[in-house]
C-alpha cells in the first residue's frame, strides 16, 4: 500500500467524515459559518486576509460588512469571488461552506496582486470505508509495478486532454541530475488544468468521477459526471476513474507529491503540496491530519520555492507564461530503488507504457509497420513524451511511445495473417469488443510472437542428420488467448483464456495447434469494473463466460445475425488452408520421451498410426523402402513421430517414423528415420520378396514326449496331490529338423535356444506361476524337466512349455513368437476331514435367535461339502441353548435358530461365554469360540412402587420409576424403547429409556373435585407403543383430599348475617358496610387456622390496602357503599394461591337518602337566537349525592318559577310528569341578545337550581373570507396560491356560525382558467369554515377572478371573490429550440452537424436544470401524419458538453444514415417517469456522398458468349447503364463528366490465357460518361473471337474523370466455343441464379424457424429453471411435493394451506379490552392499547399493567385532531399529540453498554420494554408513541437480576432507568421495589396488549406465497412447452418437410447444375487467331450450404 494511503487509513475508522452540506440547509449553515476574505483591489499591494463571521447574515448584510470593514464608497464598485473567479449573489452565498476563501476585486479578472493561501479539508470519501476491502495497489505479480503507477499519472493527463481540439501532449520528465537539485519525477500536460476546488477534490482519497462535487458554483458542465459517446475500441479517455489511483502513485514513486494547475480561462496558478513527512508531523502533534493549503498565484511566480534541492522548480514554473491550461504533477523523495530501476530499464519500463497506451497512440487499428499502409488520418493526436536527464556527461535520453516498435501488440498486429472481429454482450448490458488475429505456421516455424517477458533457452546446434523432425516453438502454448484493454488502456494483469465458442473440440476440422496460433485482445468501456490500480478486471471472464452472453460476428464494422461458432470455424478453417502450409498426421496413439534424442527434444513426442504427404496416405504396419541411407532399409512401419504435446490429428511440417527392420530373425531392431527419406516409388511387392528370402530357417514347433508315465490329455481333471511329469521336448523347424540353436546370418553372433517350462495357477485374482524351469539342450536327451509333485492347490492350470534364446531369455525374436507348447488341466478338492466355526456376530442378545456357520474342510484346508447326516452338539457353562434345525448349502453346514436364555450382566457389561460345537464322526470333531451375551429384546414393563392401589395428595403430581426387562428378566436398552403413561383425566406423559432400560414418569398435578372429602381413584395405563408385543400394564391410582384451601365464606361478627356467593344486598348510598369477617375450609371441609402467610394471600377488591393484623384475625376491610344509586355494585373477597384460586362474590344495591337539592337536567345547552331550546328540561329533587329522591308531587307546578335575562316568559310550560316524579319544563327561547352565555334559575319552595346555557348565532345568510388577504394575487402559471383562502359562514347579523350543513364552492370567472384545490366544493366544519388550498392554477396569461359561494337547504349563500393575475412560469418547460446549420448538406454516411437544443421556458428563457442523459435525438426514414419517433427509430444520446457549453444540449458528430431521401429528426426531452418533451420534427434531405465507384443502376445476371454470326450469341450487355455512384450505393456526381474505358481481363485463378475481343477486333471501347452517367447499349464479342473456350473473364469498366479517382466497375463472363454449349451454359447460368435466389428464400425461412425455436427452447428452459427454483424453496421450506406435481394438486396445496391459515386465525388468543371508538377518525392513530402487539404473556402482563393508565389514552397526530375529541367527550377522554410530542432520535444502548463496550456482565437478559412491541400499523408514529410513554423503560427476567442490575449501573455512575420483570415486579427509577404497588395483578384484571398471529400463521402464509409462485411458474413453464411443443410440431408437419423435400431437391438440381457447369468448362479446346492453347484448370466453386 502506498504513502498516502497508509496515512489515510490509519485513522479513518476513528473519525466521522464530516459533511455538513449533507446535514444541514444553507440557511443553516450561514448560522456558524466563517470566511476568509483577501483584499485584492490593489495591484501594488500585498493582499491580507481576515476571518469574517456571517451568523445571521445574508448577502447584503456580508457585503455591508465588507464596505464597513474595508472602508469601500458606496460609490466603489467591487466585486466578491471565490478562488475559482466565480462572483457571488444573493443565492449562492448561502451555499458558502465554512472556512471558505474570497476575494475581494475591482472586476471577476483582475489579476492577482499577489499570492494567497486557501485552507482545505481533504477528509477521505465514505467509499474508503465502504471499499476498503478492495484490491489495493500494486500487487503486480511479481514483477516492477512501477511502469504502472506511471500509467495513473498518464491516465489522469489522458483525461484532462481529452477536449484539446490540437495535439494532446503529455510529458514525464525524469530529473536525476543532482546540479539542479533532488531528483524528481514530472508529469506535466497542456490539458484543462483544475480549479482550486477540483485541487481540493484531488486530494480526498477515494473521491470518484461519479462522487465528486466540483464546486458551489460548478457549470452546467461540470455538473454530475456524463458518460462519453460509444468510440471504437472505446479510446474515450475517460480513464481517470477512482479518486484514487493518482495520489497511490506519486506516494509510490516518492514521499512527496507537489501539483501545480491553471485552469483554462484563469488568470490564477493553484499549488497543492502533499508529503509523508508534514503528515507524519500532523500526527505526532494531534494537529487536523487532513487540511492543507493551496497556494494560488500569478502564472510564473516561483518566489515561494526557496529550497535549494528544489531549484529546477523555477525553470518548471517560468514555462507556466503563456500557457492557458496545463497541469504538472511534481514528485520528489524518489526511492533510491525506483530510481535505478528507471535508469537501468529504460527501454523496459518504456515498452510497457506502450503497451499500455497502444491504441491511443496508434489509433484504432493499432501499430502497422507495413509501408503500404497509410493510417495518418486515423492516428490520435497524442503525444505522450519521456525524457530522463543525468548528471553530465550523460546524455539525456528521450522516448516518443510512437516511435517504440517491439512492444507486444505491434509484434501480435504485424505477424497476422487475418483478423476475426467480433462484439459480446453481457446480460447487464456492458458490451466488449473482440478481435482475435491468426498467426499461420510456415514451413518450418510458428510466426506467433514469442512472450517478451518470456525466458528462452538457447538454441544448441544438433549435427544428427537425421533429426528432421519439425520441432518447433509452440506457438502461444499455455499463455491466455486475449489481452484485455478498459476504455481504451490495457490492463496488465487480467488476460482471459478462450470462450466455448473458440475453444478446441473433438468435432473441430482442424488440427488442435490452430487455435494455439491465435491472439486476441478485448476492448470494454466502464461498464465492466476494474480494481483501483487499474491492474486486474473485477468480473470480466465470469460475465463474458456466462451463459446469457450473447456474441455477434463483426464484418465491416457491422453485426452480423449468425452463429459466432460455426463463424469462427469456418474462419479458422479458412485460415488453416490458406496460410498453413504443413504434413497431416492422424490416428495419435500416446505421447512417449525418446531418450535417443538430445536432452531438450527428448520429451513430448506424440505417436500417429498414419500420415498424409503429398497425396499418399502411410500407415502403422505398411512396407516401407528407404533411400538416401546406407544402406538402403526394409521394413514395416511401427509408429510416426511428431515433437510436441499433441492428442488428436495434426498437421505439421516433417516429422520422422520408426521402422522394424525386416526380416526381424535377422536384425531384431527398429530405425528412426525423417519421413522425407521413405522411398515413395517403392512397391509393396518388391519389398516383400527381399523379406521372404531369409525367413524359412527359424524355429517352427515343439515336440513333446512323456516317458515314464501317461501323457496328460488336454482339459484333464486330476485330485490334490497328483505328480506331473517327467517330460521330453525337441525344437523343430519348418523343414522338421532339430534345432539347438538360432539359425546366423553372415557372421552374426550364434543365439543359443532353451526351453523354459511354465505352471500358471489361474485363479480369481489372475493368474500366477507356481514352477519355472528352464531346460538346456543335451545332445543325448535334447531338453528334459523332472516329475512336479506338489500340485495341491485347487483351480485350473496350464502347462507353458515355450521355446527362448538363450542369452536374453526372449521368447519373441525378429517379431514373432518362438515356437510353443500349452497343456491346460485342473485340480480339485479331497474329502471332508475337518471344520472350522464361520463368521458370526461376537455381541448376542438373550432370546434373540442366531445362526452358527460351519466350514467345511478336507485334509489340504480345502472347503469340501459336509458328510451326510451330521448332528451337531452345543454346550455352553450357565446358559441354555437350543437350536431348530441344522442344513447345508455348498460347504457351508449352518446350525439354525440357537437361542440362549439365562441370566446376565446389565446393558453397560458383558460377560464372556465359551461356546463349543461337535460334529461327530469327522476326523477333527470339536471346535470352540468366544461369544458375550446381552439383555434380549423388551418383554414386559415393571413399574414401582408396587403398591396397589399407589395413592397421591390431591394437586401433587404422581411420580413412577419403570424398567424394561426382557424375557430372562434383565433390564434390557433397545431403540424406541418409549414408555407412555396415561392417567385418566390427564394428558400423557413419556420417558425414552433407549439408552438405560430404566425411567422415570412425572405427571401433571393432579387436581380434582374432592367430593364429601372422599378419596377418588384413577386409572394408570403403561404401554410402549413401539413395542407392541409388550403387554400394557394397568395400575390404580387413589387421589386423596389435600390440606389446602377449598371454600372461603365471609360473614359478619356476630354471624347473624352469612353472604352467600352472588347475594344483592341493599344499603343506604354512602354508607359504610362493618365488621365484615371471613373463614377457610380445606378439600375435607375442616376450617382452616389462618396464618400471616394464608391471610397475605387474601384480596378485597373494594380497597388495595388490607392489614396483615386483621386478615389474619379474619377481619375483612369495612366496606364504603357507592353514592350512586343508578346500578348494582359487585364486590369479591378472593383467596389467590399459585395451586388454587378461591372467591366468594355479592352485589350491592345503593338507595337515595333525604332530597337536598334541585337538580334541572338539560338535553341540550345550546340553542340559537330565536329558536326554542331543543328538548325538555327535567326538574328533580336529589339528595345529597344526586340521586333523584322522586318525592315531587303534581301539586308542585303550582310552585316553581323560572327566570333569566332575555327570556320569552310567555312561551315557557311547565308541566308534571307521573310516571317519573318529575317537572318538565319546554319554551324556553332567547330574542334580541348578543350570543354568549345565559343563565336561568328555577326555584321550587326553598329549593333553588341554576344552569348555563349557550345562545349562538342564527342561520347562515352570507360568507366572507378570513384574514389580510390583498385585493389581487399574482401567481405563475401551473404553481399553487401559497396563502390558502379560509371562508367564514355568517348568519344576518354578520355573527359566525358553525353550521356544517354549509357546502361551499370555488370557481374560476372566466372559466378558461384551470384551478387545481384540495378539493372544489366542500361542507363547513365546525367553526363554520371552509379552507381552500389552491396546488395549481393553469391558464393564459391575464386576470382572473376566484369566487366563493355558499348552499345552505339547496338556497345559496352569497360570497366574496378575489382578482387573480396569471404570470408565464420561467422554470416549466414548454418547447425544445433546435439550432444547426441550416445550410449544411446532408451526405450519406456523413456526419451531422452539431445540434444544439434549448429547453425553453413559458417565458422564453433557457432553462439549464436538465442531466444531460434525460435528452435524446431521435432519427428515422420520413413518414407521413408521424408526430412522435416510431419504435423504429434510432435514438441518440447527446455528447458530452465543451469548455463554455453551458445553456444547451449538444449533438456532435451523429452519423447520417446511408441511404439518400427524406429523413425526420426530432428531438426529446424525458421530464419525468412518464412525461416527454417533444420538439418540432426536422426534415433533412439526405444527399449522395463523395462519388467513389462506377456501378450499374441495377443487379446483372452473369453473361455467357459465343463467337459466331448471331450477334445475341455474342452479347456481353444490352441497355446497360452505368452510374457514378457513392460508397453507400447512392447515386453521385450528377455534375460531373467524363470517359469509360471498357477492356477485359483473366480471372484471377485462370492464368495468363488469350482475352476475346471486341467488335472490329478491339481489346478495349471507350464510353462517353454524361452528368454521372452512361448508357451502354450493346456490347458484344467479334466472330470467331480469340479465347478458351469454358474460360472465365472479367469485362473491366474503367472511369476517368478529372480530379476524382473512381473504382472501376467489374462483370465476370463465361466464354464458349461453340452454339449449344453456350446456350446451355446460358440457361444453366440462370436456372442457377434462380435455384440460388429460391433456396436462399427457403433457407431464410427456415432460420427463422429455427431461431424462433431457440427462443423458444430458451424460454422453456427459464421457465423450467425458475419453476426448479421455486420447487427448491418449497422443499426447503418443508412444503411436501412431489417429484411430478400438476397444477391441480397444487391448487389442493394451496387450498389446505389457506384452510390451516384460517383455522390458526380463529384460535382464541389474547385481545386488548379496551373499546376504541376513535380510530378510522382523520388524524387519530387509536388507542395506546391497540397500537402494539406484545408476543410473550409474560411482557405483556407488566408492560400492559406499567401503562394501565394510558392504555385507553387516545393518540392523534396533530393537536387539532386531539382537541376535537376532548370536546365531543365533554373533556372525559384523555388525549395525546404527536405534533406537542419531542423525543430523541438517538438510540442509546442500555445502561450497561458505553461506547460500544459492556461496563459488565449483565445478569437477567435486560432489553428496553419497547423493544418487544410489535406495530401492526404506523411503525414510525408508534415508535414515537411508546418511546414517549415507555421512554427507556427495561425489561428483565426476576426482581433478583434487576435489583443486582440497577446496582451495578449505580456503581458505574450512570442513572438507572425504571425496570420491569417477567414476574410482574418493578424497580422504579428511583430505585423502589416490593409491595402491592410496585407488583402487577393478575393478567384477565388488567388492560392487555393484545398479541400477534402466532409464527406458525406466517410460516403457513409463507408457503402458501410459495405455493401461488410455484404454481405461476408452473403455469408459464407449460405454456413455454406447449408452444415450444407446437413449433416442433409445425417445423415436422408434412408442410414444413415438403419444403424441405422441396429445397432438398433444388439443392440437387443446383448440385446438378454446377457440375455440368463444372464439367462444360472443363472441355479442352480453344479457337482463335493463333489457334494454340492448354486445357483450362478453373473449378468452381461454391459455398458450403446448410442443412435441414
Given at each position: 500500500m502506498s504513502h498516502l494511503a497508509q496515512f489515510w487509513g490509519k485513522n479513518m475508522l476513528n473519525r466521522s467524515v464530516q459533511r455538513l452540506s449533507a446535514v444541514s440547509s444553507p440557511e443553516e449553515r450561514a448560522l456558524h459559518r466563517r470566511v476568509v476574505v483577501y483584499d485584492c483591489r490593489y495591484e501594488n499591494k500585498q493582499a491580507v486576509s481576515k476571518m469574517h463571521e456571517t451568523i445571521g447574515m445574508d448577502f447584503n448584510k456580508f457585503r455591508q460588512l465588507l464596505q464597513k470593514e474595508y472602508a469601500i464608497p458606496t460609490s466603489e464598485l467591487f466585486v466578491l469571488a471565490t478562488t475559482d473567479r466565480k462572483a457571488l449573489d444573493f443565492d449562492t452565498f448561502l451555499e458558502l461552506q465554512d472556512s471558505s476563501t ?103 482519497y477515494r473521491l470518484s468521477k461519479f462522487t465528486r462535487h466540483n464546486g458551489t458554483f460548478e457549470s452546467e458542465e461540470e455538473k454530475g459526471y456524463v458518460r462519453p459517446d460509444p468510440v471504437p475500441r472505446s479510446l474515450n479517455s475517460d480513464i481517470s476513474y477512482f479518486g484514487v489511483g493518482g495520489k497511490q502513485a506519486a506516494f509510490f514513486i516518492g514521499n512527496s507529491t507537489r501539483m501545480i494547475s491553471k485552469p483554462r480561462g484563469s488568470p490564477d496558478v493553484h499549488e497543492l503540496l502533499l ?153 447487464e448490458g456492458g458490451t466488449v469488443e473482440g478481435i482475435i488475429r491468426y498467426h499461420p505456421f510456415l514451413y518450418d516455424k510458428e510466426t506467433y510472437p514469442q512472450d517478451p517477458e518470456a525466458v528462452h533457452a538457447p538454441v544448441e546446434d544438433d549435427a544428427d542428420d537425421d533429426n528432421e523432425s519439425g520441432v518447433v516453438q509452440r506457438a502461444r502454448g499455455t499463455r491466455p488467448i486475449f489481452d484485455c484493454f478498459w476504455n481504451g488502456r490495457l490492463i496488465p494483469n487480467t488476460q482471459v483464456s478462450e470462450f466455448a465458442w473458440c475453444t478446441y473440440s473433438k468435432t473441430a ?128 512401419v511401427v509408429r510416426f513421430l511428431l515433437y510436441g504435446d499433441y492428442k488428436k490429428d495434426v498437421f505439421a511440417n516433417g516429422g520422422m517414423v520408426e521402422v522394424a527392420l525386416e526380416p526381424r530373425a535377422l536384425h531384431d531392431k527398429t530405425k528412426t528415420i525423417a519421413i522425407s527419406k521413405i522411398d515413395k516409388m517403392a512397391t509393396t511387392e518388391a519389398i516383400q520378396k527381399n523379406i521372404d528370402n531369409d525367413s524359412i530357417k527359424l524355429p517352427q514347433e515343439l515336440k513333446v514326449d512323456w516317458p515314464d508315465s501317461e501323457p496328460w490329455p488336454q482339459n484333464a481333471v486330476r485330485p490334490a496331490g497328483t505328480p506331473l511329469g517327467p517330460i521330453k521336448i525337441e525344437i523343430l523347424n519348418k523343414k522338421g529338423e532339430a534345432l539347438a540353436r538360432m539359425p546366423s546370418v553372415g557372421q552374426g553372433t550364434v543365439k543359443k535356444l532353451m526351453v523354459v517350462l511354465s505352471l500358471i495357477q489361474h485363479g480369481p485374482n489372475g493368474d500366477q506361476e507356481v514352477v519355472s524351469l528352464v531346460a538346456q539342450h543335451s545332445p543325448n536327451w535334447a531338453y528334459w524337466f523332472k516329475k512336479i509333485d506338489n500340485l495341491i492347490q485347487l483351480g485350473e492350470y496350464t502347462l507353458c512349455l515355450t521355446t527362448a534364446i538363450n542369452e536374453r531369455n526372449e521368447t519373441v525374436f525378429g517379431g514373432r513368437e518362438l515356437p510353443s507348447y500349452k497343456l491346460k488341466f485342473t485340480i480339485k478338492e479331497g474329502n471332508a476331514e475337518s471344520f472350522l466355526i464361520g463368521v458370526m456376530s461376537s455381541t448376542l442378545h438373550v432370546g434373540v435367535p442366531f445362526d452358527i456357520p460351519l466350514l467345511i474342510k478336507d485334509g489340504y484346508d480345502h472347503s469340501v461339502s459336509p458328510p451326510p447326516n451330521l448332528k451337531p452338539e452345543l454346550k455352553c457353562s450357565g446358559l441354555d441353548l437350543s437350536y431348530e434345525k441344522a442344513d447345508s448349502i455348498g460347504t457351508t453346514f449352518t446350525i439354525r435358530r440357537v437361542k440362549a436364555r439365562g441370566k446376565v450382566l446389565n446393558y453397560q457389561q458383558s460377560e464372556t461365554y465359551n461356546l463349543k460345537v461337535t460334529l461327530p464322526g469327522m476326523k477333527i470333531d470339536t471346535q470352540s469360540i468366544k461369544i458375550s451375551i446381552l439383555p434380549g429384546k423388551p418383554h414386559s414393563i415393571h413399574v414401582k412402587p408396587e403398591d396397589d392401589p399407589i395413592t397421591v395428595e390431591n394437586g401433587n403430581p404422581a411420580n413412577f420409576t419403570i424398567e424394561i426387562r426382557d424375557e430372562a428378566g434383565n433390564v434390557t436398552a433397545n431403540p424406541k424403547q418409549i414408555v407412555r403413561c396415561q392417567v385418566e383425566g390427564l394428558p400423557m406423559v413419556a420417558t425414552d429409556s433407549s439408552s438405560t ?62 353472604l352467600r356467593n352472588n347475594e344483592k344486598i341493599s344499603w343506604l348510598a354512602g354508607g359504610v358496610l362493618e365488621n365484615l369477617f371471613y373463614k377457610l375450609y380445606d378439600e375435607a371441609g375442616r376450617e382452616r387456622r389462618i396464618t400471616a402467610e394464608m391471610a397475605s394471600k387474601i384480596k378485597v377488591n373494594w380497597t388495595g390496602i388490607e392489614k396483615l393484623e386483621d386478615l389474619v384475625q379474619g377481619k375483612l376491610p369495612d366496606l364504603q357503599v357507592p353514592k350512586q344509586v343508578q346500578t348494582e355494585h359487585y364486590y369479591q373477597v378472593s383467596y389467590l394461591d399459585q395451586s388454587v384460586s378461591k372467591c366468594i362474590s355479592f352485589h350491592i344495591v345503593p338507595i337515595p337518602d333525604e332530597p337536598t337539592l334541585l337538580k334541572a337536567t338539560l338535553l341540550q345547552s345550546t340553542l340559537k337566537l330565536g329558536e326554542s331550546l331543543p328538548g325538555n328540561i327535567k326538574l328533580d329533587l336529589v339528595d345529597q349525592y344526586d340521586n333523584v329522591t322522586k318525592m315531587l308531587t303534581s301539586g308542585c307546578v303550582k310552585h316553581m318559577t323560572v327566570e333569566a335575562e332575555g327570556l320569552d316568559k310567555s312561551a315557557i310550560n311547565i308541566e308534571w310528569q307521573e310516571r317519573s316524579c318529575s317537572v318538565l319544563v319546554t319554551g324556553v327561547q332567547f330574542k334580541s341578545v348578543a350570543p354568549g352565555s345565559r343563565e336561568i334559575c328555577f326555584t321550587y319552595k326553598s329549593f333553588e337550581e341554576r344552569v348555563i346555557v349557550k345562545v349562538t348565532a342564527g342561520e347562515p345568510a352570507k360568507l366572507k373570507l378570513v384574514g389580510d388577504l390583498p385585493k389581487s394575487l399574482q401567481v405563475l402559471n401551473d404553481h399553487r396560491i401559497i396563502t390558502p383562502f379560509t371562508v367564514q359562514v355568517c348568519d344576518e347579523w354578520g355573527n359566525p356560525c358553525q353550521d356544517q350543513k354549509v357546502v361551499v364552492d370555488l370557481t374560476s370567472s372566466p372559466q378558461t382558467l384551470k384551478v387545481t384545490a384540495n378539493v372544489a366544493s366542500q361542507p363547513v366544519d365546525t367553526k363554520g369554515r371552509a379552507t381552500f388550498n389552491v396546488s395549481k392554477v393553469s391558464g393564459q396569461k391575464g386576470y382572473y377572478q376566484l369566487e366563493f359561494r355558499g348552499v345552505f337547504n339547496l338556497k345559496p349563500i352569497p360570497g366574496p371573490s378575489v382578482n387573480l393575475t396569471v404570470l408565464p412560469d420561467p422554470k416549466k418547460p414548454v418547447s425544445l429550440s433546435v439550432e444547426y446549420d441550416t445550410n449544411a448538406k446532408f451526405p450519406a454516411g456523413g456526419k451531422f452537424p452539431a445540434f444544439s437544443v434549448t429547453v425553453l421556458s413559458e417565458e422564453g428563457s433557457p432553462i439549464t436544470t436538465f442531466n444531460p442523459a434525460a435528452a435524446s435525438m431521435y432519427l428515422w426514414k420520413w413518414v407521413a401524419l408521424a408526430k412522435t419517433p416510431p419504435k423504429t427509430a434510432t435514438e441518440l444520446k447527446c455528447s458530452k458538453p465543451m469548455e ?59 453473361p455467357v458468349v459465343y463467337f459466331s454470326k448471331d450477334i445475341s450469341n455474342r452479347t456481353l450487355v444490352e441497355n446497360m447503364t452505368l452510374l457514378i455512384m457513392d460508397l453507400y450505393g447512392n447515386p453521385a456526381g450528377q455534375e460531373m463528366g467524363g470517359k469509360i474505358f471498357v477492356s477485359m481481363k483473366n480471372s484471377s485463378k485462370e492464368g495468363n490465357k488469350k482475352l476475346p475481343l471486341f467488335e472490329r477486333e478491339n481489346n478495349s471501347l471507350i464510353f462517353s460518361l454524361v452528368k454521372g452517367k452512361a448508357n451502354i447499349k450493346r456490347l458484344t464479342i467479334r466472330e470467331n473471337s480469340p479465347g478458351e473456350s469454358g474460360s472465365g473473364y472479367i469485362l473491366v469498366f474503367k472511369p476517368e474523370v478529372t480530379g476524382v479517382p473512381l473504382a472501376p466497375f467489374e462483370l465476370p463472363f463465361h466464354f464458349h466455343n461453340d452454339v449449344d454449349n453456350q446456350q446451355k451454359m446460358s440457361e444453366l447460368s440462370r436456372r442457377k441464379d434462380e435455384l440460388t435466389k429460391t433456396i436462399a428464400a427457403i433457407e431464410k425461412n427456415f432460420n427463422l424457424s429455427h431461431d424462433l425455436l431457440a427462443l423458444l427452447t430458451r424460454q422453456h428452459l427459464t421457465a423450467g429453471t425458475k419453476e426448479a427454483e421455486q420447487k427448491n424453496r418449497l422443499i426447503m421450506n418443508n412444503v411436501p411435493i412431489g417429484r411430478n406435481v400438476s397444477i391441480p394438486e397444487i391448487d389442493r396445496l394451496i387450498k389446505e394451506k389457506t384452510d390451516e391459515a384460517n383455522k390458526i386465525l380463529k384460535a382464541p388468543t389474547r385481545h386488548c379490552s379496551v373499546r376504541d371508538h376513535f380510530r378510522g377518525q382523520t388524524d387519530v392513530l387509536g388507542m395506546v392499547g391497540h397500537l402494539a402487539l406484545v408476543q410473550d404473556e409474560a411482557a405483556a402482563r407488566v408492560i400492559s399493567w406499567f401503562l394501565q393508565g394510558d392504555m385507553d389514552c387516545v393518540i392523534t397526530k396533530t393537536t387539532a385532531a386531539a382537541q376535537k375529541i376532548v370536546s365531543e367527550t365533554g373533556g372525559q377522554q384523555q388525549v395525546m399529540a404527536l405534533d406537542s410530542v419531542f423525543v430523541s432520535s438517538d438510540n442509546r444502548p442500555l445502561p450497561h453498554v458505553r461506547n460500544g463496550r459492556m461496563l459488565f456482565d449483565p445478569p437477567g437478559n435486560p432489553v428496553y420494554a419497547r423493544e418487544l412491541l410489535i406495530y401492526p400499523q404506523d411503525p414510525e408514529n408508534c415508535e414515537i408513541v411508546f418511546k414517549n410513554l415507555l421512554a427507556n423503560t427495561i425489561l428483565m427476567d426476576d426482581l433478583n437480576s434487576a435489583t443486582n442490575y440497577r446496582k451495578s449501573v449505580v456503581q458505574n455512575r450512570t442513572p438507572c432507568p425504571t425496570i420491569l420483570t417477567r414476574q410482574g415486579d418493578k424497580v422504579s427509577g428511583k430505585g423502589k421495589f416490593g409491595g402491592a404497588q410496585n407488583r402487577a395483578p393478575p393478567i384477565n384484571s388488567l388492560k392487555v396488549f393484545g398479541a400477534p398471529r402466532p409464527p406458525q400463521y406466517y410460516t403457513v402464509q409463507e408457503r402458501i406465497d410459495l405455493l401461488r409462485q410455484y404454481h405461476l411458474a408452473l403455469v408459464k413453464s407449460d405454456k413455454a412447452k406447449k408452444d415450444r411443443e407446437e413449433h416442433l410440431k409445425t417445423m415436422h408437419s408434412p408442410e414444413m418437410q415438403q419444403q424441405r423435400d422441396e429445397m432438398e431437391e433444388k439443392k440437387k438440381q443446383l448440385e446438378e447444375i454446377q457440375r455440368q457447369l463444372v464439367s462444360t468448362t472443363a472441355r479442352p479446346g480453344k479457337r482463335g487467331a493463333e489457334g494454340d492453347g492448354q486445357p483450362s484448370d478453373m473449378v468452381t466453386k461454391r459455398q458450403k450450404q446448410r442443412s435441414y
Open positions: 474570497l476575494y475581494l476585486l475591482k472586476h471577476e479578472g483582475q489579476a492577482l496582486s499577489g499570492a494567497t493561501e486557501e485552507i482545505i479539508k481533504f477528509t477521505p470519501h465514505y467509499d474508503t470505508l465502504i471499499k476498503s476491502g478492495m484490491f489495493e495497489y500494486y500487487a503486480s505479480e511479481n514483477k516492477n509495478s512501477l511502469a504502472y503507477a506511471l500509467a495513473e499519472l498518464i491516465d489522469n493527463s489522458l483525461s484532462a486532454t481529452a477536449k484539446n481540439t490540437g495535439v494532446r501532449t503529455i510529458e514525464i520528465r525524469m530529473l536525476f541530475d543532482e546540479t539542479v537539485g533532488k531528483p524528481a519525477v514530472i508529469v506535466l500536460d497542456n490539458g484543462c488544468g483544475m480549479t482550486s476546488q477540483k485541487l481540493n477534490n484531488w486530494a480526498v508529503s509523508k513527512e508534514e503528515f507524519e508531523r500532523k500526527e505526532k502533534n494531534n494537529e487536523e491530519m487532513y487540511s492543507g493549503t493551496i497556494r494560488n498565484r500569478k502564472p510564473s511566480d516561483s518566489s515561494h520555492v526557496t529550497r535549494d534541492d528544489e531549484r529546477f522548480l523555477h525553470a518548471l514554473i517560468a514555462e507556466e507564461s503563456g500557457k492557458d491550461g496545463f497541469t504538472a504533477v511534481v514528485i520528489t523523495g524518489i526511492q533510491p530503488g525506483h530510481i535505478t530501476f528507471l535508469k537501468e530499464d529504460f527501454k523496459v519500463w518504456t515498452t510497457q507504457l506502450a503497451q499500455v497506451y497502444h491504441f491511443y497512440i496508434h489509433g484504432v487499428n493499432g501499430n502497422i509497420l507495413s509501408s503500404s499502409y497509410t493510417n495518418s488520418s486515423e492516428v490520435p493526436k497524442i503525444d505522450i513524451q519521456i525524457s530522463l536527464r543525468e548528471k553530465p556527461p550523460r546524455i539525456p535520453r528521450m522516448m516518443n511511445l510512437r516511435e517504440i516498435d517491439d512492444d507486444v501488440q505491434t509484434a501480435y498486429i504485424n505477424s497476422a495473417a487475418d483478423t476475426f472481429e467480433f462484439k459480446a454482450t453481457v446480460r476440422k482442424v488440427p488442435q495447434e490452430c487455435y494455439s496460433r491465435i491472439s486476441g485482445a478485448l476492448f470494454t468501456d466502464d461498464s465492466f469494473q476494474v480494481t483501483t490500480s487499474k491492474l486486474t478486471f473485477m468480473e470480466l471472464e465470469p460475465k463474458l463466460k456466462n451463459k446469457d452472453t450473447i456474441f455477434t460476428l463483426v464484418v465491416n464494422g457491422q453485426k452480423m445475425r449468425s452463429n459466432i461458432q460455426n463463424d469462427f470455424k469456418k474462419w479458422l478453417q479458412n485460415c488453416h488452408a490458406k496460410y498453413d502450409k504443413q504434413v497431416k498426421f492422424l490416428g495419435y496413439k500416446e505421447t512417449i520421451t525418446r531418450t535417443d534424442m538430445p536432452k531438450k527434444l527428448q520429451h513430448p513426442w506424440a505417436t500417429f498410426t498414419s500420415i498424409e504427404w503429398d497425396g499418399k496416405v502411410y500407415k502403422t504396419g505398411q512396407l516401407v523402402k528407404s533411400q538416401k541411407t546406407v544402406p538402403i532399409l526394409y521394413g514395416i432400560g430404566a425411567g422415570h414418569l412425572s405427571t401433571k398435578p393432579i387436581n380434582l373435585k374432592i367430593i364429601k372429602g372422599e378419596p377418588q381413584k384413577l386409572k394408570v395405563e403403561f404401554s410402549m407403543p413401539s413395542h407392541p408385543s409388550v403387554a400394557m400394564l394397568v395400575r390404580e391410582l387413589e387421589v386423596e383430599p389435600s390440606t389446602r384451601v377449598s371454600c372461603i365464606e365471609v360473614c359478619s361478627d356476630d354471624e347473624n348475617l352469612v463554455n457549453e453551458k445553456d444547451c444540449f449538444h449533438f456532435r458528430d451523429k452519423e447520417i444514415p446511408e441511404e439518400v431521401g427524406k429523413h425526420s429528426i426530432q428531438f426529446s426531452l424525458r421530464l419525468d417517469k412518464t412525461n416527454m418533451l417533444f420538439s418540432d420534427q426536422i426534415i433533412v434531405h439526405v444527399v449522395a456522398n463523395q462519388p467513389v465507384k462506377l456501378a450499374p443502376d441495377s443487379q446483372l445476371r452473369t
